[in-house]
């Protein structure tokens, strides 16, 4: 019989992105959800709040030290409350050797992580060539081009 602390098990960790511009846009200003305004919303200044609080209870946890993969939606709230958890704010940007160098765990996307896919501008994604341009420290390989995708599947 395994036990839980067994090497046959990896416990997942699930953390849903900080609060984006579009939830403030649609919940308190009345801004409509087809507003072309929050397309790939980003992280509200609450949000980046939330992303630092939930950073530093995971430094005191000790958990970091525990974390060997992060999986991250590849829509721009969710790569950065990922990068600012599991890398600091301060670490934007910084290259793959520091990282590994720094034991920070390595972070990948992927497309099936998205909580909805496309009804909305805020639940659509810039182009993963734009996304690799900004988030440079994390791994797109397995993130299909949706426009190579929905050819494909019109074929």
């Known amino acids: 019989m395994l036990r839980l602390s067994s090497p046959h098990f990896k416990t997942l960790h699930l953390v849903r992105h900080a609060q984006g511009v579009h939830n403030i846009a649609l919940e308190e200003k009345g801004e409509k959800p087809e507003s072309e305004k929050l ?64 034991n920070f765990p390595p972070i990948v996307a992927l ?9 909305y501008p805020c639940d659509r994604r810039a182009s993963i060539s734009t996304r690799r341009t900004f988030f440079p420290e994390i791994d797109f390989t397995m993130v299909v081009n949706l426009t190579v995708a929905l050819e494909a599947h019109m074929h």
């Open 39 to 102: 397309f790939d919303a980003h992280l509200s200044p609450k949000g980046l709040q939330q992303v630092s609080e939930r950073r530093n209870q995971i430094l005191e946890s000790g958990l970091l030290n525990t974390v060997e993969l992060v999986i991250t939606s590849p829509l721009r709230r969710a790569m950065e409350t990922s990068i600012g958890i599991f890398r600091g704010q301060e670490d934007v940007n910084i290259s793959e050797d520091f990282a590994k160098a720094n």
């Open 111 to 119: 497309e099936i992580c998205r909580e909805r896919m496309g009804l």
